[in-house]
């Protein structure tokens, strides 16, 4: 029996071979191939770059692949590789404003400068099973309007801002370089860079459920939906002995800004306050309850009241959101501790028999 | 071993020990930092592992960084080289970096653990690293990270003494059994991980340098060789560690921490060293417990 704990590593073994064969399923129907992931799972590639934090579909789809559909298991596969690679240098910030867009829409205006863009959406579908989709289905068609000059797209935010509406976004230092979460720890109070690239990473479930906590009252900001945009932007990067900026290449991302509850002081008169949110690839739900739950854990830089509501708690937010940091800790209970199982039974044995020596002691005095 | 056959090869596609030189030197100069302050927890930035937070990356990390090609390696979870997760890191090791590993504590130079120190006592040329999961004695009495650095500043434990005040007023013991908080050099209460209680006197004045590692929470902290490591406690409730009353069913040791296992659902029960290395050599040199005398006869 004694030898029942021995043999772990051939164990091991045993378990990836059937892991393996588990991933491939049934070898009598065809592998799915890299391509088909990206191509029609492509909000699940979407997510896992985004909370991967690296931009590659291919990778991502491989990791989707390999992960068994099993997105935080695939994100994980996708940081850990991001890890192992060089750092060239950082780009310059995208030019959000300067999107080709595929979708944007507005709740704040009936109609707004370039229109309200629906794309791609999910919105307005009835959500009946399509039970054509279960055979082969033809290639839909869709016919696409000219996506609009974007000088004619202003952003919903410069619109209220030329009135003075919205508070202004202004760089606090030009000079100084953003924090980066992935080569140093956290160190609370934060600032909005490293709030924003924490929320970015963080997962999609635990950030929807905070954003969806403010909008049932803890910590209720009154959010809209100032603009949605999706879209392909250039990334661009200055080369020293260039002495300017190339575009390197172009990158999908979903960027939102939510108008909130305005405020104002003796000096400065009412104005709506900013959330805002950016993922790579179409994430609409991660980006929208990224912006809510920025603009909550801006409360302190704004004057708010602290009313010890989750969302707006920034090391309960930050400290939690990052998926595969969850899962790896939660999911390490599955490891041995019979070591410490040990020590908490000798004691609770001895406080028991204590327990029952007093008993024992009360019962014959009586 | 049996399975060392079977071991993976050394794969020269990785970096030696897989993290990055340049990673390795910011890990280097947290461990140095960590050294000349005893027990004080130095941010780092952790990096992701191709191993899961929370399964070794703080002490996979802290080993990476200081493994040579000529160190000898040694990785345990609960006291034993085979338990799945100690043979997982064993194995990352082997293939990443191609360092001997070995089973016997006395061989190693470098031993990483997870929830428990060795039997034998360790030497000056060797390094314990342990696995980390809260790296942060106070966490559990106060989460905020704000809040127990500022305490930890002020070198302000209160919070901790009344916590241990407590358990003997509601308990009539201390019940903590494991990680059980020590203060090093008279300064920083500090976390030993979670290794049982019965470990702590080990800690106290160790030739050997311990270092602690804990990736998920980025923190890097040390324990310099023969520095002392008191566990807290009260004059009129001093501090015991756990014991036994049987010896080990195996190799009848009377002093090793055991492991209890079910053997039926009658109440069997066996009791054997949670250090496989320490209960084999005892065994080897001719030790008898009072289930191989049984065997025996």
Redesign the interface.
Known sequence: ??VA?????????NAHRLLAKERRGDPGIAEVSVPQIDGQLSLAVDRVMTEGSLYDRTLAALAIKQARGDLIEAI?LV??Y???L?RFGGSEPIKTSEMVIRRRISATFKDVPGGQLLGPTFDYTHRLIDFSLAAESDCPIADLAPSPDNAAVPTIASILDREGLVETEVDSDPTAVPGDV????????TGRDVRLQTLARGDEGFLLALGYSTQRGYARNHAFAGEIRVGTVAVEMFVEELGFAVPIGEITVTEVQMVNQFKGSSTVPPQFTRGYGLSFGHCERKTMSMALVDRALRGRELGEDHVGAPAQDE?FVL?HCDN??A??????LK??????F??????VR??RR?AAARAGAQEAAE | MSTAAEAPKYDPAYNFAFLDEQTKRMIRRAILKAIAIPGYQVPFASREMPMPYGWGTGGMQVTAAILGPEDRLKVIDQGADDTTNAVSIRNFFRRTAGVETTERTADATIIQTRHRIPELPLREDQILVYQVPIPEPLRFLEPRETETRTLHALKEYGLMHVKLYEDIAIHGHIATTYAYPVQVSGRYITDPSPTPKFDNPKMNHMPALQLFGAGREKRIYAIPPYTEVASLDFEDHPFTIQAWDRPCDICGAEDTFLDEMVTDDQGGRMFICSDSDHCERRRTAGHTGPMTRDAAE
Do not use: N
């Not at chain 1, 992935?182 to 109070?189: H, K, V, Y």
């Open positions: 029996m004694y704990v021995k043999g772990g590593e051939k164990a091991i073994r994980f940081r850990a991001r890890t192992t060089p992935t080569s140093g720890a956290l160190d609370f109070p090391e400290s595969v940091q899962t790896g800790f939660v999911e390490h490891l041995p501790h019979y070591v410490d040990q020590s908490e039974l000798e004691l001895k406080m204590e």
